[in-house]
């Protein structure tokens, strides 16, 4: 049996079945006392996912309150957005994905504390565009969680970005974790 590589989310699960398909060992920095913590990072990027994959189709400003949109910082695919200019941010680039599929391969999520965390994967996107336009993106991503407190997990940083032969200044937009695939110099 051929294991699914991305997970959306109707596929995933818990953050043992998260560790049992990652494509390496997972990490050990794990604390068995800050699992519940974990799950619900879990359910957020579950959450994340079934609003870029329905609920953007109709509007994209439910995306907003996944991020502390005031204080987040991101180094994303469009550059870098600094605190107090991602509502600005947002608002120009997020719409442009309203018919789009998210989905992710060998997402860990990590807490840290009781009230922040963090989480690493490969994530796809794939869709049209408003304009019509179909694309694919396969990237690495990097999220920082910040929980409020009202008990809501919110991202306050992201750093996205596609591998880079520095010898060639070719990028894989591939975003390949193949050892065999990957850059050498």
Not at 41 to 57: K, M, P, S, T, V
Not at 76 to 83: A, I, K, N, V
Not at 152 to 176: C, G, I, L, R, Y
Request: glycine letters at 6%; charged letters at 30%; a negative charge.
């Amino acid at each position: 049996m051929t294991k699914e590589l991305y997970f959306d989310e109707k596929t995933l699960t818990t953050v043992q079945d998260l560790w049992a398909n990652l494509s390496y060992p997972k990490s050990k920095n794990h604390k068995p006392e800050l699992l519940k913590e974990e799950e619900e990072i879990l359910e957020f990027y579950r959450g994340w996912a079934h609003c870029l994959n329905q609920d953007f189709n109709e509007d994209s400003e439910t995306g907003k309150p996944f991020y502390q949109v005031d204080d987040v910082v991101t180094y994303d695919l469009f550059g870098f957005t600094g605190r107090g200019a991602f509502k600005e941010h947002f608002e120009e680039t997020f719409p442009y994905f309203a018919n789009a599929h998210v989905d992710f391969k060998d997402l860990e999520v990590f807490a840290t504390s009781k009230t922040s965390g963090y989480a690493t994967m490969v994530q796809r996107l794939r869709g049209k565009s408003k304009d019509g336009k179909p694309f694919e993106m396969i990237y690495r991503i990097t999220g920082l969680l910040a929980k409020t407190d009202e008990g809501k997990w919110q991202w306050v940083h992201e750093h996205v970005s596609f591998p880079v032969n520095m010898a060639t200044k070719e990028a894989d937009f591939t975003s390949s974790i193949d050892p065999k695939k990957a850059f050498h110099f």
